[in-house]
């Protein structure tokens, strides 16, 4: 497809003129996590992509739970082991406009099982267990990118900006949202699938083959520690005042 080739040339280029990925500078206005988050090796996601628009669905009804499962001011708190991987794939794309959304990190084990008693269907939500892995353990993201395209193909947007097409929304429990779906979807969202993808294998985070909008960074797989975050005892959803 077209774009994903011009973002693959977009991250030669890129990196051949800055020497490196291209970033963006954090701001001072990030608030620093709390000691048990420091402790479990979270960062806030801003830290390492402060131009991100974080869109947590699950801190509003506008989830397939229709429920609002964490604080309304709740934040994006990741792995550092993803950090680095973030950064970069927010720096792959953006020579062509685009910025990462955020739309899930970091997830409580409670919530986990309170998605999964609505959706009870591994396919789609993932079974609770007794190990955090995945969200549960902050190796996880659900994300996608913004357009300046206009007027907005998706008609969707997040923090004022327009989002990419594509194809479905977020947590659309269909075969067309499965990452490489082509029936009902069409060429451009599959494009800008391919560029998600592309832009995230690059930062070495991996796309999961059933949801476009997830990626697992490495260890997102079972945790044989029973004390890694994510159990009842872990790291609580932050808000922006913890």
């Given amino acids: 497809m077209r774009i994903a080739w011009m973002l693959r040339s977009a991250i030669a280029v890129g990196l051949v003129a800055a020497g490196g990925t ?13 000691d048990a988050a420091r402790a479990a090796g979270f960062v806030d996601v801003r830290t390492v992509v402060p131009d991100a628009v974080i869109d947590l669905r699950y801190a509003t009804t506008n989830n397939f739970t229709r ?19 973030l950064a970069t794939a927010a720096g792959a794309l953006r020579p062509q406009g685009h910025v990462l959304v955020f739309w899930d990190c970091y997830r409580p084990h409670d919530v986990q099982v309170r998605m999964f008693n609505v959706v009870p269907n ?10 955090a892995r995945s969200h549960e353990s902050g190796r996880s993201v659900d994300v996608t990118f913004t357009t300046t395209q206009s007027p907005c193909p998706s008609g969707q947007h ?10 479905t929304d977020f947590d659309d429990f269909t ?15 599959q494009a800008n699938r391919a560029a998600l993808r592309d832009a995230m294998k690059y930062g070495g985070l991996q796309p999961y083959s059933g949801e476009w ?26 808000t922006s005042v913890s």
């Fill in 22 to 34: 291209l970033t963006a500078h954090a701001g001072p206005d990030v608030p620093p996590v709390s």
């Fill in 158 to 167: 997040a923090g004022g900006l327009c989002l990419a097409d594509m194809g």
């Fill in 122 to 131: 591994p396919a789609w939500v993932a079974r609770p267990g007794q190990y």
């Fill in 175 to 189: 075969p067309r949202a499965t990452a490489f779906a082509t029936q009902g979807v069409s060429a451009d969202a």
């Fill in 213 to 238: 909008w997830h990626f697992d960074g490495a260890g997102a797989g079972a945790d044989p520690d029973p004390q890694r975050p994510g159990r009842l005892a872990g790291p609580y959803i932050e």
């Fill in 67 to 85: 429920t609002q499962l964490y604080p309304s001011d709740a934040r994006c708190l990741v792995h550092q082991s993803m950090a680095a991987g």
